[in-house]
């Protein structure tokens, strides 16, 4: 075993994943207050007191809302991106200058024995990035809050083990809702949001059939079902000829729950 992976909450209301290693336990993200991060790694008998770094995909409130509380708490690292980190600051806060690390967009850096690669995506925050996670032979992409994914990211994603990508809405849902046309065209957007349809299209070349794992983040409370973003991409998989359930297997995140822990 190289990772455990666990989708400690999914969704617009806050995010945060738990990873962990042979020598590190990370976060990427922590969209809730510290109290809840708190209550949410507790919830998978995890002390935060352990944790390594949290890892910070962009400014928004449900991804950075606990960070800085928690790094002040238990002397946390935080890596971003120099932008991320300008926008960022209102929303956490002062921490300690040492646990401010900048890092560069397909700059290649460590945490203990993970190797992490951040890239860009097309997001309407100021620098959005996702991530790959390397350890051993194994490979994690995290992938969520990004309007479009492009060759690049396609083929730097490709081969992962696991992937926690979005599957924010239903196209249908998201034009028929209760959404006023300005939210409705921002989350359509390049710089929106994955479709259901959008997701299952990039996993439709990206995947391989070799026992991933696919888990579908960010699903939106107004826009998406989880069992219609399930059915849309599991069905959609096993038409174009994966044997899913064997050689891919899908999973849904939670909102208010954890995942079961993946270990990979
Ligand atoms: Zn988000
Ligand atoms: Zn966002």
Same mark, same amino acid.
């Given at each position: 075993m190289s990772f455990s992976f666990c989708s400690l909450s999914s969704g617009s209301s806050?995010?945060?994943?738990?990873? *962990?290693t042979k020598n590190a336990? +990370? /976060?990427v993200d922590a969209g809730f207050t510290g109290k809840r991060v708190i209550e949410l790694l507790n919830n998978i008998d995890v002390d935060p007191k352990e944790i390594d770094a949290i890892l910070v995909t962009h400014e928004h409130i449900d991804h950075a809302k606990g960070v800085g509380i928690l790094s002040r708490?238990?002397?946390i690292p935080i890596y971003a991106n120099e932008k991320t980190w300008i926008a960022m600051e209102p929303i956490i806060k002062t921490v300690k200058s040492e646990n401010i690390k900048i890092i560069n967009a397909n700059k290649n850096f460590e945490i203990k024995d993970i190797l992490v690669h951040p890239f860009n995506?097309?997001?309407?925050a100021?620098?959005?990035l996702g991530y790959l996670l390397?350890? *051993?032979?194994?490979?994690?992409? +995290? /992938?969520t809050d990004t309007g479009c994914v492009n060759e690049g990211i396609k083929s730097k994603i490709r081969g992962s083990h696991l992937f926690f990508i979005e599957a924010n809405h239903d196209v249908e849902m998201l034009r028929n809702g209760s959404y006023p046309i300005y939210l409705k065209e921002?989350?359509?957007s390049q710089k929106g949001h994955l479709s259901n349809d959008a997701c299952l299209e990039i996993l439709n070349e990206v995947l391989v059939g070799e026992n991933e794992r696919v888990l579908l983040a960010h699903l939106s409370k107004e826009n998406n079902l989880p069992q219609l973003a399930y059915k849309i991409i599991?069905?959609?998989l096993k038409r174009s000829g994966y044997d899913v359930d064997k050689e891919v297997n899908i999973y849904l995140t939670n909102r208010d729950n954890h995942t079961e822990i993946f270990h990979i």
């Open positions: 806050g995010n945060c994943q738990y990873i *962990e336990k +990370i /976060l708490k238990y002397n995506v097309s997001h309407d100021l620098d959005p390397f350890n *051993e032979m194994k490979k994690i992409t +995290i /992938l921002r989350i359509l599991h069905d959609g």
